[in-house]
């Protein structure tokens, strides 16, 4: 390379060794003015020690042998090169402004003014600079063709397309997907024939089909007699007999009669199950378990075996609100069990949103909504003493935030005032019918003992038929055979000492599983004297829950955060594993193995749950007048009427509930008779005004005898339609 004065064609020879490389340092202490060295696509006026040699040029420098005169002469014509090119290069860059500016006459003039060697012996650095300035025209111009196209604008439809293709493979819609592909598989075939088979068996989901139907029509019709029901005419209150499932309003908005309304139900049932897998996902995910661990733990949630012999039961299905508003409002709070309180993370829409979704999950029941409701309410206590705690001990504020503070207190507020609302008419209930009140006798009867936890229903394909001499043992099964599943249990124990979570979070989550264990005895442990019964005398509203069992429901959430934490820790410690190995061909069999705990827990939830055909609405039913009494009535049969009566909600003295009031009492019993003067007069001085016998229930009952005696002397009409007779009072 060369030294020396840019732009100039005396060149001297770059000194080798040491003294070559201090010439910078020598030169920049003796005041010469230095500037970054530019390249331009042409070839410059001169070089220094840091350029590159001009482009069509011969290389410069000192040679090991070379000979000292021979790279002066070198360097003078390649400077005088240089100066001859640097004339051409602004004569060029003239004649472009000249025609820039349509001036012909400068265009002809020769660019005499422009000298690069003279320039730059009067200032190198401006030459340089004056040289680029007038170069920049036309370099853009003769590369231009080499450049990369720019990249064309996307249209609106192009952006779209990537926007539902993000979303189509985000974690969470493909979370929603697989969950509700799971659940019609799970539950198949609920939806093969949905219009006219019902799970489990047709008596309970009569009743709840019922219920959402109604709750959809009043809403709709006439709001304010959502709680006065056309089921158990004259009672008031009625629709608060039972849990109300009044949650799934909106779904009940859509379609009418008995078909729409079975139809409505599968669909729920099956959605129930889905978003409960969903919900106990978003959980274990926010807590901070892996994918895989996650959905174990959504589909131990959901797919428990003993949750088998609650398949007739929707309000108990119901449940996937409880995880899922967890899970938000850990969200919005910024807390997780693997990383603790990080604030940085906090988000007040988000717990605005889990206030929401635990207010729906308290209005479809007080079932399983009582339970959560006091769970949230004892969990905002232990955090507000630990804030507390923290800060008396530290001396500093916890960053806490009042737009946090605000959406808890509204959405507690909220949560709240919809307890409030549901409660009041249960209350109302109780003081017209305090007969209706629970007993701890009535508890004792659905007590299980602790053989339960380990018995399956007869509906698990895998365990059903193994456990039969099991569940003979158990004074009643359905609500005593609470096995959450082997592979469950194992997967948990495991938890304990392989897990991501702390030691003391996996104490923690034991605890809960014992403590959790224990309630659900009711009074198989100890009488329940320290456990079940304060609760039951205690707290508002919990002498309820007759059923003590279905609080596995919560041991089951515990027991799959726990399985959660182990295999995310198994997933973690293969990943480690595959990407040490080299090669990596064991990796991809090595991950498909984490697959192995949910495949297990999968298999174990398989049901045999039978699907029976719905009996078919007497066409009676469609054309009599209410308010009417559907003979013969009991407890199964008034479920199927309930049912019937959603073609148009006629007034019905029939109804099945958790409990059968006294005057359906006194109408089963005077009816017995029907029709005579006796029942007659009865049935009218309650507005009764239409009796439908049906020909097919009457066989071993009195009806079978009376059914087709004439009626003419006792002021009433009678009329055969299809399979009923009709009578008109």
Known sequence: ????????????????????????????????????????????????????????????????NGDA????????????????????????????????????????????????????????????????????????????????????????????????????????????????????LMTWPTLRYPRYTLPQDYWDPSLQAWQMAWSGHILLAEPARLWQSNTFFPELWSFAFSDTLLGYAPAGMLGSGPEDAVLRYNIMFVLAHALATLGAYALARQLGAGRIGAAVAGVSYTYAPWLLAQAGHLHVLSNGGIPLALAMLARGHGWSLRHGYRPERRHDGWVYAGWLVAAWQLSLGFGIGLPFAYFLAGAVLVTAVLFIVRRLRTGQAVPFGRRLFAADVLG??????????????????????????????????????????????????????????????????????????????????????????????????????????????????????????????????????????????????????????????????????????????????????????????????LNTTPHPVVPTQPAAMRSAEGPMLVLPSNQSLDQHVMLWSTSGFPDVVNGGSGFTPRQLDDVRRVSQSFPDQTSIDYLRTLGVRTVVLLRGQVAGTPWEITIDAPVESLGISRQEVGEAVVYRL
Do not use: C
Request: hydrophobic share 45%.
């Open 412 to 605: 507690g507020v909220l949560f709240a005032g919809v307890g409030l609302l549901m409660a009041f008419p249960f209350f109302k209930v109780t003081e017209l019918h305090p007969y209706a009140e629970r007993t701890i006798g009535d508890i004792s009867l659905f007590s299980p003992p602790a053989s339960g936890f380990v018995t399956a229903p007869g509906e698990s394909r895998i365990w059903g038929g193994l456990h039969e001499g099991a569940r003979a043992a158990l004074p009643w099964h359905p609500e005593m055979t609470l096995l959450p599943g082997f592979v469950l249990y194992a997967l948990a124990a495991g938890g304990l000492f392989f897990s991501v979570w702390r030691l003391r979070h996996r104490l923690l989550l034991l605890t809960g599983v014992l403590l959790t264990m224990v309630f659900a005895m009711g009074t198989r442990f100890f009488d329940g004297t320290f456990t079940y019964v304060p609760l039951f005398e205690y707290l508002p509203g919990w002498s309820a829950l007759r059923t003590p069992g279905r609080l596995m429901l919560w041991t089951t959430l515990l027991l799959g955060l726990l399985a959660a934490g182990a295999v995310t820790a198994l997933t973690d410690r293969v990943r480690e594993l595959t990407a040490q190995r080299i090669p990596s061909w064991p990796g991809p069999w090595l991950r498909m193995a984490t697959l192995l705990p949910l495949l297990l827990v999968t298999v174990e939830g």
């Open 1 to 64: 390379m060369t030294s020396g004065q840019p732009g100039t064609g005396n060149a001297r020879p770059t000194p080798t060794g040491a003294a070559g490389e201090s010439q910078p340092a020598t030169t920049a202490a003796a005041g010469t003015p230095t500037q970054p060295a530019r390249t331009s696509d042409k070839a410059p006026a001169g070089t220094t020690a840091d350029q590159s040699p001009p482009v069509g040029g011969d290389t410069t420098g000192a040679t090991p």
């Open 69 to 184: 005169g021979a790279v002066r002469a070198t360097s003078g014509a390649a400077s005088k090169d240089a100066a001859r090119h640097g004339d051409k290069q602004g004569n060029a860059a003239k004649k472009y402004d000249a025609v820039k500016k349509d001036d012909t006459t400068k265009a002809s003039k020769p660019a005499e003014d422009s000298d690069p060697a003279k320039d730059a012996k009067a200032d190198g650095a401006d030459a340089t600079d004056k040289v680029d300035s007038e170069a920049k025209p036309v370099g853009p111009e003769r590369w231009e063709a080499f450049a990369s196209a720019p990249e064309p604008r996307p249209s609106i439809f192009s952006r779209a397309g990537r926007a539902v293709g993000r979303f189509l493979i985000h974690e969470w819609t493909l979370a929603a997907l697989g969950a509700l592909a799971l659940a019609v």
